[in-house]
């Protein structure tokens, strides 16, 4: 069984108290990249833990989190409800950051890439 290959986009980490910020991706704007860290840094203040946000090898965006097996503070119900919650409110977001990899990363064709999401959507 092959496993998928994620490429980080930025994270952040409640126990060190840091941000990361792939800088392969420093092409995004900036104000995406403010609103990335702000929402990562945000995830863990609430939640906890680590919390990543990443692409998957065909640009689906993946929103990961995870904790220390002794933290006795993390909660993965709340979570995973937090998770579900961002991917709704930034649904657009994350839209457009799946668009920026398979144009930039992937070299696709932004014409055909916009035309197979609509069909994703019917």
């Known amino acids: 069984m092959s496993e998928k290959k994620r490429t980080v986009l930025c994270g952040a980490n409640a126990y ?6 792939n800088e392969q991706f420093r092409s995004l704007p900036e104000s995406v990249q403010k609103e990335l860290h702000i929402l990562c840094v945000l995830f863990t203040e609430e939640v906890g ?15 990961e989190t995870n904790a220390d097996d002794d933290d006795i503070y993390y909660d993965e119900i709340s979570s995973g409800l937090m998770v579900a919650e961002v991917r709704r409110r930034r649904k657009e977001l994350f839209e457009s950051l799946k668009l920026y990899y398979r144009v930039f990363v992937l070299k696709e064709d932004p014409d055909g890439c916009q035309e197979e999401d609509k069909k994703e959507e019917d």
Do not use: P
């Open 49 to 63: 833990g680590v919390f990543t946000i990443a692409f998957e090898e065909d640009g689906s965006v993946v929103l």
């Open 16 to 21: 060190e108290m840091k941000y990361y910020f």
